[in-house]
């Protein structure tokens, strides 16, 4: 199985600040990657597919970027309401597997 | 606009039976893969499996830890899906939720299922 593991687990970031978050992959999956993100509470949210394209209706403060084993999330400008955890999802071969999650907190 | 709603969840015995529903509205549901995942309290998000869209035959595909215990199944005509899980183990206790397309881009709020004594 393709194993993603995000850094770091949790982060604590101000309102304003600009936030990355990292995954990697076991190995190469291309670009067959997609950022979630899931408030206290919710289920999760598609924000970026195929690495780095912006899913419908989500704000252009979230990018993606990456391809091979080598991905990064940013968010550009931290607001509360960013305060949730991102998940990655490959989607390139079998089983999909998801990283373990990195916890946004705002100071 | 794109719904998803499961129903089903609930509290079963160890080794007991149950069966999840994923009712769709606001696209057509036979163009589309549709997948479960589910979230044990506190932990990560877990794929448990899919089903393909009509193009691909509805073939499915599962997780390792469910493979032989769960299945999944497909009504068109109701658009709906559904997991069935048997052989249910304490570790199967999580939010259940059914998500749209390959690259999982929609989902629905998810159903809880306990398995315990």
């Known amino acids: 199985d393709i194993q993603l593991t995000q850094s770091p687990s949790s982060l604590s970031a101000s309102v304003g600040d600009r936030v990355t978050i990292s995954c990697r992959a076991s190995q190469d999956i291309g670009n067959y990657l997609v950022w979630f993100q899931q408030r206290p509470g919710e289920a999760p949210k598609s924000l970026i597919y195929a690495a780095s394209t912006l899913q419908t209706g989500v704000s252009t403060k979230f990018s993606g970027s990456g391809s091979g084993t080598d991905f990064t999330l940013t968010i550009s400008r931290l607001l509360p309401e960013d305060l949730a955890t991102y998940y990655c999802l490959q989607y390139s071969f079998y089983p999909l597997t998801f990283g373990g999650g990195t916890k946004v907190e705002i100071k | 606009e794109v719904q998803l709603v499961e129903s089903g969840g609930g509290l079963v015995q160890p080794g007991g039976s149950l069966r999840l529903s994923c009712g769709a509205s606001?696209?057509?549901?036979?163009?589309?893969?549709i997948d479960w995942v589910r979230q044990a309290p506190g932990k990560g998000l877990e794929w448990v499996g899919r089903?393909?869209?009509?193009?691909?035959?509805?073939?499915?595909q599962y997780a390792a830890s469910v493979l032989g215990r769960f299945t999944i199944a497909r009504d068109d005509s109701k658009n709906s899906l559904y997991l069935q899980m048997n052989s249910l183990k304490t570790e199967d206790t999580a939010v259940y939720y059914c998500t749209r397309g390959r690259q999982l881009g929609y989902w629905g709020r998810g159903t809880p299922v306990t398995v315990s004594s």
């Open positions: 606001g696209f057509t549901f036979s163009d589309h893969y």
């Open positions: 089903s393909r869209n009509k193009a691909n035959n509805y073939s499915t």
